[in-house]
């Protein structure tokens, strides 16, 4: 692929976090994530500007988990950076949100999500939601090199 096996995932949730951590360890699922906690973080670490400044640039993460209801920059904005640069326009997005607004559906995948997944409300079933995701995208899917983009 490229590199790279990380995920990023974008919430501002420490339990979801934590929630999302332990449903892919229990589905075997040991890829890095690294957590953005707000737009702004998301955008430091895909472009390598601000306290990522000093990572890989060609290392892109393999799937992008990401909130809409973010701090500082929400995440519609997060997906329309990326899906307008060469560089990370490939990287998979599943938004990851409690949002059911059709007008945020439409939107997102107007601007390029692969998924668009409202987060349960139960438990259990988040939890489940977050293996299937995690398995699928990361076990399953085949994703284009970004290096191929242009």
Do not use: H
């Amino acid at each position: 692929m490229n590199g790279s096996n990380t995920i990023l995932l974008v919430d501002d949730n420490p339990d979801f976090v934590q929630l999302a951590k332990r449903a892919f360890m229990k589905s075997k699922i040991i890829n890095p994530i690294v957590v953005a906690e707000d737009g702004v973080e998301a955008l430091d670490y895909l472009f390598c500007t601000g306290a990522w400044a000093d990572r890989e640039p060609k290392e892109n993460p393999v799937l992008v988990l990401l909130d809409l209801k973010l701090p500082r920059l929400d995440g519609l904005d997060v997906l329309a950076r990326m899906r307008g640069d060469p560089k990370t326009k490939l990287i998979p997005v599943v938004v990851l949100t409690t949002s059911s607004e059709e007008q945020d559906i439409t939107k997102a995948y107007a601007l390029g999500c692969n998924s668009y997944l409202r987060k349960p409300v139960d438990f259990d079933r988040l939890y489940e939601a977050l293996q299937q995701t995690g398995v699928y995208w990361l076990v399953f899917n085949q994703s284009p090199d970004p290096k191929g983009a242009g």
